[in-house]
């Protein structure tokens, strides 16, 4: 895992759910991405912005865009693996709770990159 934390001066917010979302992205990034590739985070304060972003190298299908952020939702053929397929819901839960904005965009060239952010106090 590669980190680049800035000063988060001025970020309000819940901070075990905040730790929680960059928790459960991170475990996504690791268990999706691709194995020998690494794992970006970047969090910092930007024009008065949080700005949190877990990015890696795995690509996910235009298929299973639309039902990331859904309840149990599994890519379809998944092998069976650990989980009830809630971290990205919760996430979203999450980032919904703080008035923050949530995206996803993956390809092939630029890996898959989830960016959160928020709108930071003085």
Do not use: C, W
């Amino acid at each position: 895992i590669h980190a680049r934390i800035s000063n988060l001066k001025g970020v309000k917010g819940d901070r075990e759910r905040l730790a929680q979302l960059l928790s459960n992205l991170v475990a996504n990034a690791i268990s999706h991405g691709n194995p020998q590739g690494p794992v970006e985070v970047s969090a910092q304060v930007n024009a008065g912005t949080f700005e949190l972003t877990v990015k890696n190298l795995g690509l996910i299908s235009e298929q299973a865009m639309p039902l990331l952020f859904q309840p149990y939702s599994r890519p379809t053929g998944a092998l069976p693996q650990a989980g009830l397929g809630l971290g990205l819901y919760i996430v979203k839960q999450i980032a919904d709770a703080h008035g923050g904005r949530l995206e996803v965009s993956s390809s092939e060239q630029g890996g898959t990159v989830f960016s959160f952010s928020l709108p930071a106090g003085d």
